[in-house]
């Protein structure tokens, strides 16, 4: 059947914003309800089908279901919402002008960026989508932004992949992965839709699917209902292929509000069985765990999970959201049981990982710089917030994840410049650059520093701690202070920074610590207590196309 008479009652498709079928309603959310006919009860039937309500409050207009509606007749209301969608984002692609925007890292235009999302591989190139919340500085009904690469450095801007059009995500598109399957880029995530006065959760794990890997069709829930035992809180699904199937991780609550893993199994990437919940061996390991990942490194099993509500071991560290890693045993008799989690990140931005293989057979990860509950920082005076962390290559050696700087990032260095300081200063002139140095226990170390602001790195030879301190920068919320023990001697640092972020990588690795440091744009110099020789490299992408990839800076 067709819905133009609905929707033609509801005051024509550019006034209908929403599609819900809650129950056995059809509910139309409308942009000016005074645009709709009639007024119930006395509004004539529609199609056989009668008004039954109108929610002023809401600006929903609700019918009853009919008996012939079918999931085409949604969808293809749902590709008119979403063309509507897309016009009116296109405004929002442009991006502002900020002292803070990053030269080399992806950030939004405008508005709010969060997870990544499908980092694969498909057909000779990269793809990056991740969440974008186009028309402010919060987390309201999500998009899906996309770039391309040849080389993991410069992200090409497509067309909006996905956009909260559907009766099944019509409240956000969320997190989810991507596969390479033969010619077509699929695209797996939750659909997150809000029922009611009272907001009701809904969630269902969902595909899109694209044979140029510019234009997605959507095919609607493939786990319409939730897994047993769980809350609404099930989403991020994470999907690979293992033993001639292919395995679906979601990120879930169960009912008593511990955080696991659940898992459905596919043979065909369409039609899914449920096949357990996992990680009752972890105890009482938070309330909620998202953005599951898995994949194999030197032919041993690990997952990341960003477990929500663990105690921290640090009076600094105060946040509920947390990332690592953790082994993984994979058996056909066991199931999936997990083991030693290890936190990812040690610094103050960093959550919802993905990774990707590359065809040369490298683990390359890529984070959120950013947490859920801070969306107040100085960038939002210029209408965004938020950018993704640098890419990372991914090893596992002596019963630890190493991470490492993309090997392909060493092509933005200028000619290195060697400089040793001796409880004295040195002005850089950029906020965009790569530093190493080895430090001795009892030294002090001050980047993006003018006279007022600085952020500080102190390694207490006392306590063996290293201490990353951003209390005199222009941050407006969270921690202030994140602190790291550690037993070398001495201390190694690989410290990558742009505009308004750090990320250093310590002892070859072994740890990174992240963080976003807003100071002005002249806080460019560095000061050390102690002594030492530093590396030092301008960093800039070659020939980027920045209006095209959303990665616009400053002139």
């Known amino acids: ?48 089908q009668t008004c039954v309500g109108i929610d002023r409050a809401l600006g929903q207009v609700r019918y009853k279901k009919p008996a012939t509606l079918t999931s085409a007749d949604l969808l293809a209301v749902g590709k008119q919402i979403a063309n509507q969608q897309r016009g009116m984002a296109q405004t929002r692609e442009v ?15 405008q508005g709010l960026l969060n997870d990544p999302n499908g980092f694969v591989f498909h057909n000779g ?47 956000g598109v969320f997190s989810g992965h991507a596969v390479s399957h033969g010619d077509e880029l699929m695209l797996f995530y939750t659909g997150n839709t ?23 069709d959507k095919k609607g829930p493939v786990v319409a209902t939730l897994p047993p035992q769980v809350t ?26 511990q955080g696991r893993l659940a898992v459905y199994k596919s043979n065909n990437l369409h039609d899914w069985v449920y096949h357990g919940l996992y990680g009752e061996e972890m105890g009482n390991f938070g309330y909620m765990w998202e953005c599951p990942d898995m994949f194999q490194l030197n032919g041993r099993w690990v997952a990341l999970i960003g477990p929500q509500g663990i105690a921290s ?44 293989a590359t065809p040369d057979g490298r683990r390359v990860l890529v984070g959120w710089m950013g947490l859920p509950d801070e969306i107040n920082q100085p960038s939002i005076d210029n209408g965004w917030i938020h950018q993704l962390t640098g890419l990372r290559e991914l090893t596992y050696q002596d019963e630890r994840l190493i991470q490492r700087p993309l090997q392909e990032l060493k092509s933005m260095r200028s000619p290195v410049e060697v400089f040793e300081l001796n409880h004295s200063s040195r002005d850089l002139g950029t906020k965009s650059f790569e530093l190493q140095v080895e430090l001795e226990w009892g030294s002090e170390f001050a980047l993006f520093k003018d006279s007022h602001h600085e952020l500080k790195i102190v390694l207490d030879a006392d306590t063996r701690t290293l201490l990353l301190d951003r209390s005199q920068t222009l941050i407006r919320e969270g921690d202030q202070v994140r602190d ?16 308004s972020s750090v ?41 980027l196309n920045s209006a095209s990839s959303n990665q616009e800076g400053c002139e």
């Open 232 to 257: 609404p809180h099930c989403r991020d699904p994470k999907v690979f292929y293992h033993n001639n199937e292919w395995f679906m991780l979601l990120g879930a609550q169960r009912e008593d509000l």
């Open 313 to 356: 071991t640090s009076p600094h560290h105060t946040v509920p959201h947390h990332n690592g890693y953790v082994d993984v045993e994979l058996s056909d008799e066991q199931g999936i049981t997990f083991s030693g989690f290890k936190n990812l990140d040690h610094g103050f931005d960093f959550y919802a990982p993905q990774t990707l």
């Open 95 to 109: 991006a502002t002008e900020c002292e803070f925007r990053p030269q080399w890292h992806v950030a939004p235009p």
């Open 503 to 543: 990320e250093i990588f310590i002892n070859d690795g072994e740890y990174v610590m992240t963080s976003r440091v807003f100071t002005p744009l002249n806080a460019t110099s560095i000061t050390l207590s102690g002594c030492a020789t530093f590396s030092f490299w301008r960093l800039a992408l070659p020939k």
């Open 194 to 216: 809000r029922i009611g006065e009272q907001r009701d959760r809904h969630t269902t794990q969902c595909l899109a699917v694209s044979a140029d890997g510019v234009s997605f």
């Open 1 to 48: 059947m067709s819905l133009a008479c609905f929707i033609a009652d509801c005051g024509g498709i550019q006034n209908v914003t929403r599609v819900l079928i809650p129950d056995d309603d059809l509910v139309f959310e409308v942009r000016d309800i005074d645009l709709v006919t009639g007024t119930p009860p006395s509004m004539d039937d529609v199609d056989g």
């Open 484 to 499: 790291l023990s550690l037993s070398s001697s001495t201390v190694t640092l690989q410290i990558l920074a742009d505009s």
């Open 125 to 171: 190139q990269y793809h990056l989508f991740y969440q974008w919340s186009p028309y402010s500085c919060e987390h309201k009904d999500k998009y899906w932004a996309h770039l391309v690469s040849k080389d993991m450095l410069d992200w090409q801007g497509q067309p909006i992949a996905l956009t909260p059009s559907d009766w099944f995500d019509s409240h």
